[in-house]
């Protein structure tokens, strides 16, 4: 933005000012978080999960999903929180349903990440799986040999009321960590659970509760529906997830659970889930960590009547495969949206590399830059911090060609400010909600994307009190 001519004596002050600001990276993004926009709404509704948390200005509603055969869920109140809200959500799938997952590659895995990876890398794993139990509220990651006795204990409750075996009951988990869970609160309320999964809930409704009921700092809840051809057949694919924080998964991210009426052996599904979630869900970062509990699972239950599906390579399930993508995309860009204090969506490409690996390598450094995502958050449009998350990474790069678009906005090129750029042109683009940010590093041909949100103060008051 073109600024008028400082008055005399002003030269002093404006030096003082600048140095601050150097000195401060964060000055400009916590600023804007206090004082607030002043066009902003006063009354931001209140988020369904913990309670002082504000619905995410990047929000999306949740969308209405139909029935997918084979299929119900439900939830209750276990009591893992001390406020009111259900916080136990139990899937019950048709008898013959396959299962693939994917998992954090944490070394300190959770107990129900264990259970899970135990169960489906077995001889004959996922090709009978019956239910899902998801509690949120505790993580029981961190908890030993107790941790597992209560995940093992909370499968055997499960599998005696389903009819089935523990080894086809999956289990996920989702809160504090070093907190053992209290699996006497799950099993309390499976006869509850029964009379309600034996009832008439409406599907929305069912997909719309179990969404809210996976929730822990996450301000709205997740979901996504798509619906495809495998051999003339029409399938349905939904899912749904939780996440707003620790949002930088290596196999999966945070929780998120899709479920399919298509027929597919646990093969192809473990083929199909490995191909996409590489570019979904490993392709976005909130604050670059990564958490003990992150899981992703994909049922299929064979209800929709089309064929089943026993190789990997069968063409019919291109359009399936697009369709899954889809979803898995939809409700990755989701979690970036509900990034804790998060007031930007950020695609951020890297173009010109030496090879995917490296692009994705660069991408990602640039997306967990805390200097780059406050000056996103102060809608600065800081170039400079993005040379050096480029540069910091040893990966392959050109200085010579390297080249900075913000949107369609040129901030550099051949490794310099560019001739046509305009700060005022690029503060009115910075100001938007959603944000893409290019980069070229001159190396070669290979490209990658990740999505990222800003950093501002709401982050640090959100993670400030988290056990609170």
């Known amino acids: 933005m073109s600024r008028a001519p400082r008055a005399p004596g002003s030269t002093g002050k404006a030096i003082e000012q600048a140095v601050g600001k150097a000195l401060d990276p964060l000055a400009t993004a916590l600023r804007k978080a206090t004082q607030g926009s002043p066009s902003a709404s006063p009354a931001t509704p209140a988020a369904p999960g913990k309670p002082g948390l504000k619905v995410s200005p990047l929000a999306v509603p949740f969308p209405t999903i139909p029935g997918v055969g084979g299929v119900d869920m439900t939830t209750a109140r276990a009591g893992f929180y001390k406020h009111e809200r259900d916080d136990l959500v139990v899937f019950r799938f048709a008898r013959g349903t396959s299962c693939a997952g994917v998992f954090t590659r944490h070394k300190v895995g959770s107990a129900p990440v264990d259970w899970c990876r135990r169960q489906l890398d077995s001889a004959g794993g996922g090709q009978d799986v019956r239910a899902l139990v998801v509690n949120a509220g505790c993580a029981n990651a961190f908890t030993g040999k107790a941790g597992a006795d209560a995940a093992r204990r909370t499968a055997s409750e499960v599998a005696k ?3 089935c075996r523990q080894r086809d009951v999956m289990l996920a988990s989702t809160g504090v960590i070093g907190v053992l869970l209290d699996d006497r609160k799950i099993a309390s309320k499976l006869g509850e659970i029964e009379h309600k999964l034996d009832g008439d809930t409406p599907a929305p409704e069912q997909w719309a509760a179990a969404g809210r009921g996976i929730m822990t700092t996450d301000t709205f809840p997740k979901g996504s529906f798509a619906e495809c051809k495998v051999d003339g057949y029409t399938v349905r694919i939904a899912g749904i997830a939780k996440g707003s924080g620790m949002i930088a998964p290596d196999m999966a991210t945070m929780l998120a659970f899709i479920v399919t009426d298509a027929d597919i052996h646990p093969t192809v599904l473990r083929a199909l889930l490995g191909l996409h979630v590489r570019t979904t869900f490993n392709s976005v970062t909130v604050d670059g960590d990564t958490s003990t509990n992150d899981t992703c699972l994909l049922f299929a239950t064979g209800a929709s ?22 979803v898995m995309l939809d409700l990755a860009h989701q979690l970036v949206r509900d990034g804790e204090g998060a007031s930007k969506f950020v695609r951020i490409t890297v173009e010109g590399a030496a090879s995917p690996a490296s692009a994705r390598k660069l991408a990602k450094s640039i997306a967990d830059s805390p200097l780059v995502k406050t000056a996103i958050a102060g809608e600065d449009a800081n170039w400079g911090r993005i040379v050096m998350a480029v540069g910091k ?35 009115a683009y910075m100001k938007r909600d959603e944000i893409d940010i290019a980069v070229d590093v001159g190396m070669g041909r290979a490209s990658a994307t990740v999505w990222t949100c800003d950093l501002t103060k709401g982050y640090v008051e959100i993670n400030g009190d988290y056990r609170s």
């Open 161 to 163: 009321r389903f009819g």
């Open 305 to 326: 009547g089309a064929p089943r599906i026993g190789r990997v390579g069968d063409r019919r399930l291109k359009e399936f495969s697009a369709a899954l993508d889809k």
């Open 393 to 427: 990474t040893e990966e392959p790069v050109d200085r010579d060609h390297l080249a900075i678009r913000f949107g369609p906005h040129q901030a550099a090129v051949d490794g310099a400010v560019s001739p046509t750029y305009d700060e005022a042109k690029m503060s």
